[in-house]
């Protein structure tokens, strides 16, 4: 579904991603951990093309879509992401926020737009909260719109860049069982998390990212449990303990 090849992304004379080779299959859920500052996040950014890669391949579903000319909004009508902040127009209701992209860039009805929507928040367990602003709504319940949001697109691939770390600790657990429906659906998901617990359960592979290269990867309970790299194990006997 994605692959990376060789993908190096500076910024000025900081190297930020050194060559990361990555292949991520249809239905896979892969999960992300490191450092903060160590690549993570500007290794998701680079899969829907937010940050143009420096140099290296960036492929989905075997279409390269890092070559010069590439048509943007084709890429990312097929590449949900959901941000740390939830990005919600604050003047639009939750049905709203939903039915703006749809409506605007696909011509779509606002009647199956709307109807579409109200599945959506039903399926993220916000059946009622259709006209809700978001200043209305919890934290986790604007991180489960945000959601639904970029689930109106019908994307084939969600990234998620650590949707829970702005959320006080009670409503993280709504947000996850939000992506653990997801993920057993069978969406293709990167996710970039500090949620140990959620990296263990639901990620069919855990990859750790530390100076922008890929310092180990492997089956989660493997690598949280016996990693074999020195800077694994200094990472997570201090988010572990």
């Known amino acids: 579904m994605v692959e990376m090849r060789d993908v190096h992304k500076s910024f000025g004379d900081v190297h930020v991603l050194n060559g990361v080779d990555l292949t991520v299959d249809r239905g896979e859920v892969l999960v992300i951990i490191g450092p903060s500052g160590g690549g993570k996040s500007t290794l998701l950014r680079c899969v829907n093309l937010l940050e143009p890669v420096t140099s290296g391949q960036v492929l989905l579903e075997g279409d390269e879509i890092s070559r ?3 048509d943007l909004d084709q890429v990312r009508r097929r590449i949900g992401m959901v941000f740390q902040q939830f990005n919600l127009f604050p003047h639009l209701s939750a049905v709203d926020n939903l039915t703006l992209a749809p409506r605007k860039l696909l011509g779509t009805p606002r009647a199956e737009a709307e109807e ?18 978001p200043r209305q709504l919890s934290g986790g ?13 019908d994307p084939h691939v969600m990234l998620f860049d650590e ?4 959320l006080d600790p009670e409503l993280v657990s709504e947000v996850l069982d939000v992506m653990r429906d ?5 969406m293709t998901m990167l ?10 359960e639901l990620g069919d592979r855990l990859v750790f990212v530390d100076g922008g290269v890929i ?3 492997g089956p989660p309970a493997e690598l949280l449990d016996d990693p074999n790299n020195d800077r694994t194990r200094q990472f997570l006997r201090k988010v572990l303990r």
Do not use: D
């Open 182 to 186: 997801l993920a057993r659906s069978g």
């Open 191 to 200: 996710c970039v998390t500090h949620e140990m617990g959620f990296a263990r």
């Open 141 to 153: 319940q604007q991180q489960r719109v945000a959601i639904a949001r970029a689930l109106m697109m």
């Open 68 to 70: 010069p000319g590439v």
């Open 116 to 133: 579409r929507a109200h599945t959506l928040l039903a399926r993220v367990g916000l059946a009622g909260k259709e006209k809700n602003y």
């Open 215 to 217: 310092a180990e990867q």
């Open 163 to 166: 949707v829970t770390s702005a």
